[in-house]
């Protein structure tokens, strides 16, 4: 088929219309609620586009590229627009799925096409949502070539990038993904998106707001308790709880209310979750109890181990795409080795939210899986490739090379080896494995009443924290210390 030059320019071209130019005015940071963190990060992102000259004529550089990372719905494209409209500026915007359509060499020249009309208008914003719809890393494509396409339109983008900071130009991108572990890591570096922002879902505070943000819209009755219903409401995102408003308001519409009642929100509230519960992303409340002394575990045998960090966090509040909570633990200082006892910490650590579900529950569900995986994975490298096995001495089994790109860390294939050594690397990595579970449950019985205040406290809270979390698991007695 034969398609004239100028036929690929205008389809480039053609979409450059789609970008909203200057009309997020009216959006500010008081639109955004729930997100705290991200929104004192994203303030010196606006200070940057209204006073660029205080921060270069003191020799400081201007972030480029900032990337807003969370599930869907929790207000990144909303955040991305509060920014601009803080700032008065104008704001590009185009969704990563459009670049990338079937005719070839279109996506790139959309991209420059973008950047062009951007540096005119600077300073200004370009919001890219759905970074991975380009940005998927090219490693993840497997090893034979990948999307051309996507590819050119990716290293357009990253040249536009490299080279605006040649002309001085304030323009500043920001970008969106759910999904920042399929990224290729050419993104991430110095100069490109190095700024991280997470936007995860709310906590029972930040949902009230939320809340108080959305019902401003609609006539609220005397009896609305914005609270009752915010507790009632874990794990929705932003987006699902403008949702709950509106729904609740179509319902007093229908019952031919004037206000809004309490029971209006009663009822949208089933009626969105029984939505979210399809796609799996609210728990019931046997799961979430399950999911805080799962957390809860992690927490208490963490607390104990040294390598894997203090433990700063605990929360049931839905995270990410899988995860049903979490628990953060910051390591105290940067690490580039690892002993084996904190290797051994580290799995037993990953252990701890299975052993504690065990021990509550005397079951276990499927939540612990990628726990499993990832304990098995660190116990199997300590086996094939860090000789910390006595029974199979130092030698490396795996072939070359680890395979880092972000978010990896399974074990490359193995060497070919004998039966007889392959089922010699399967014993001792179960026993590492077994080991480390029995100190974890050993850990946890030994502290099986706190075990239970915290997890009681947690399901009442969701989240746990800072120095109230410290003082807490302070009070872990370790196996070690009662035995002597
Ligand atoms: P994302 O881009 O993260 O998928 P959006 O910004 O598109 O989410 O959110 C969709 C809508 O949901 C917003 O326009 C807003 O009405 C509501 N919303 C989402 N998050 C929040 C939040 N943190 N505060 C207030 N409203 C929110
Ligand atoms: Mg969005
Ligand atoms: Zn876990």
């Known amino acids: ?19 909203v130019e200057g009309d997020s005015g009216k959006i500010t940071f008081t639109d955004v609620a729930g997100v705290e963190e991200a929104k004192t990060e994203l303030v010196e992102v606006v200070e940057f586009l209204k ?11 201007i972030p480029k590229g900032v990337l807003l990372v969370g599930p869907p719905g929790t207000g990144k494209t909303l955040l991305a ?10 704001f590009f915007s185009i969704s990563g799925s459009e670049f990338v359509e079937m005719f070839v060499g279109v996506g790139s020249s959309r991209v420059r096409d973008l950047f062009d009309q951007a540096k005119k208008q600077a300073p200004c914003i370009i919001f890219i949502d759905e970074l991975d719809a380009i940005g998927k890393s090219r490693a993840s494509n497997g090893f034979y070539g990948g999307n051309d396409e996507r590819e050119q ?29 399929t990224l290729d890591p050419a993104l ?48 929705f995102a932003g987006a699902d709880l403008a949702n709950l408003v509106n729904e609740a308001a179509l319902l007093a519409a229908r019952n031919k209310r004037l206000q809004v009642a309490q029971e209006d929100f009663a009822e949208a509230i089933e ?8 796609k799996s992303r609210v728990l019931n409340e046997k799961e979430k109890k399950i999911v805080a002394y799962h957390e809860v575990g992690h927490a208490l045998v963490g607390s104990l181990m040294t390598g894997s960090g203090k433990v700063e966090k605990i929360s049931i509040v839905p995270r990410g795409m899988a995860a049903l909570g979490y628990t953060l633990q910051l390591p105290t200082e940067d690490r580039f080795l690892m002993s084996e006892d904190e290797l051994q910490g580290q799995i037993a650590t990953l252990l701890g939210g299975r052993s504690a579900e065990e021990i509550i529950f005397g079951s276990i569900t499927t939540g612990a899986s990628n726990d499993l995986q990832r304990a098995t ?25 680890q395979n880092m790109y972000l978010g990896n860390e399974a074990p490359n294939p193995r060497r070919m080896v004998s039966p007889q050594t392959a089922e010699a690397i399967d014993q001792e990595v179960k026993g590492i494995v077994e080991s480390a579970h029995n100190h974890a449950l050993e850990i946890l019985k030994l502290n099986r009443e706190l075990l239970e205040t915290i997890s ?10 800072g120095s109230e979390l410290h003082e807490l698991l302070g009070q872990v007695k370790s196996v070690e210390a009662v035995a002597s």
């Open 51 to 61: 006073e660029p000259l205080r921060f270069t004529e003191i020799g400081a550089r």
């Open 153 to 181: 339109t990716l290293n357009q983008l990253l040249t536009e990038m490299d080279g605006f900071a040649a002309t001085g130009a304030t323009v500043i991108v920001l970008a969106a993904t759910n999904r920042p572990e």
């Open 81 to 90: 627009k509060a920014v601009a409209g803080e700032a008065g500026v104008p």
């Open 456 to 465: 009681i406290k947690l399901l009442d809270k969701e989240v746990i924290e």
């Open 377 to 401: 994975d660190l116990a199997e490298r300590m086996v094939t490739t860090y000789g910390m096995s006595k029974v199979l001495g130092p030698l490396a089994y795996q072939q070359g090379q």
């Open 271 to 278: 009626r969105v979750v029984a939505g979210l519960e399809k």
């Open 188 to 235: 991430l570096r110095p100069g490109r998106f190095d700024r991280q922002v997470l936007v995860d879902r709310p906590d029972l505070s930040g949902r009230l707001a939320i809340l108080e943000i959305h019902s401003r819209k609609v006539k609220l009755g005397a009896d609305i308790d914005l609270k009752a219903i915010a507790t009632r409401t874990p794990g």
């Open 1 to 19: 088929m034969a398609v004239d030059s100028k036929a690929f320019l205008s389809i480039g071209k053609s979409k450059a219309k789609v970008y």
